[in-house]
T-cell receptor, first 115, second 113 residues
């Protein structure tokens, strides 16, 4: 059973560019959340998608947007990249209901470097 | 706003020692608490999930306890090994709303042979 998979694993962009990160949830999971982890910090919640809608959002600007597809996979898009967007972007998936409802399972992350 | 603090920020111990990592949170109205391990440049590996009705969880040499009323959790690692070297993160689930975790900054552990 594949866990949460993310792509690409590493990428380098320049300021002002746009980036798209992708996530496939763990089999059977229907909810996808995205987190940003700057170096030396704990992950910060960006947003969560359920039933193809953004269900909750953290304190991130509108430059950060996302999408969830009918197969529950998700994309994170960041426009007009800033140096401060350099971070490890983590995707997590979960069940919306169930015996252990809500436990998050994380992928290996996508390391974004903005030059 | 929930805030999670982990003490110490870094810890260096010789192999074989028992150790305790601490996590505190400001809002005691949490649902679950989870401990993760993170190796450098890698994603998060779940170690223990303490659900709302539980006060502790054990897995092998790891034991985590939770005291909601005092806003504290501890992760106990017995007989530490060099392979335990990693950053350990504590995260809390809100009591209401969805599974949006609030994380601490982590404790970086180095176990020397």
């Amino acid at each position: 059973d594949a866990g949460v998979t993310q792509s690409p694993t590493h990428l380098i962009k320049t300021r002002g560019q746009q980036v798209t990160l992708r996530c496939s949830p763990k089999s059977g999971h229907d909810t996808v959340s995205w987190y940003q982890q700057a170096l030396g910090q704990g992950p910060q919640f960006i947003f969560q998608y359920y039933e193809e809608e953004e269900r909750q959002r953290g304190n991130f600007p509108d430059r950060f947007s996302g999408h969830q597809f009918p197969n529950y996979s998700s994309e994170l898009n960041v426009n007009a990249l800033l140096l401060g967007d350099s971070a490890l972007y983590l995707c997590a998936s979960s069940f919306a209901s169930g015996g252990r409802a809500g436990e998050l399972f994380f992928g290996e992350g996508s390391r974004l470097t903005v030059l | 706003k929930q805030e999670v603090t982990q003490i110490p920020a870094a810890l260096s111990v010789p192999e074989g020692e028992n150790l305790v990592l601490n996590c505190s949170f400001t809002d005691s109205a949490i649902y679950n608490l989870q401990w993760f391990r993170q190796d450098p440049g890698k994603g998060l590996t779940s170690l223990l999930l303490i659900q709302s009705s539980q006060r502790e969880q054990t897995s092998g040499r790891l034991n985590a306890s939770l005291d909601k009323s005092s806003g504290r959790s501890t992760l106990y690692i017995a007989a530490s090994q060099p392979g335990d070297s990693a950053t350990y993160l504590c995260a809390v689930y809100p009591y209401s709303g969805y599974s949006t975790l609030t994380f601490g900054k982590g404790t970086m552990l180095l176990v020397s042979p």
